[in-house]
């Protein structure tokens, strides 16, 4: 039997983290538009309401009941406005390890949603879940999601060289392809107790 993880919502201070729904699609399409996402991720250009009713509706269920790992939408609490996407991947039910992933929207840039959003599943993953490790991978030139590494916890452990491919604008106006090294985050447990940021509420 494969190993899945709940089909679970998790609170903090100022977010709820949570399955998506259909309802989210137009925001989830907007924030996929955005150029820093484009850069530094491999989501299709332009990201249309189809790849987000795919994504939704198919891909994000199946990484949970497949067992590789959960997609959760993240909420402002008070507003109700999507603020972001966490994705746990390539988990290892043996070796209890997972990577995580994370997308924040241009308008929610800047406030600590990600390291609050990431640490909450940090925490909720070590603490229920009983995982040993956590990883995060940032492109060698993405230094916002270093920080968020860095704010967290983690340890850069090492250089994945030429290890990535992200894209960069052109001077027509379209995408090439780049090269670039990759940095590997490790976050473990005992890590979590020197970490700065808010902690979860809750998980149901």
Known sequence: MTSTFPDVSISTDRLVLR???????PALADMMNDELTAAWTSV??????????????????MERTSGRGIVLAVDELLTHRLVGS????????????????????????GE????ESVLAVAQ??????????LELRTAAGNTASQQVAQKIGSLSEGVLRNALIVRSRTEDGG??????????????PEDLEDAHGHGPVGAR
């Open 175 to 188: 995408w090439t392809d780049i090269r670039t090294d990759l940095i590997v985050w490790g976050l473990l």
């Open 44 to 61: 299709p250009i332009p990201y249309t309401p189809g790849d987000a009713h795919r994504w939704i509706t198919r891909s994000a269920p």
């Open 124 to 133: 909720w993953l070590f603490r229920d879940q009983k995982f040993e490790r």
């Open 112 to 115: 600590g949603y990600a390291a």
């Open 19 to 25: 399955p998506f729904e259909e309802a989210d699609i």
């Open 86 to 109: 966490l994705h746990l991947k390539n988990t290892n039910w043996h070796t209890l390890t997972s990577e995580i992933g994370y997308v924040i929207a241009p308008w929610a840039r």
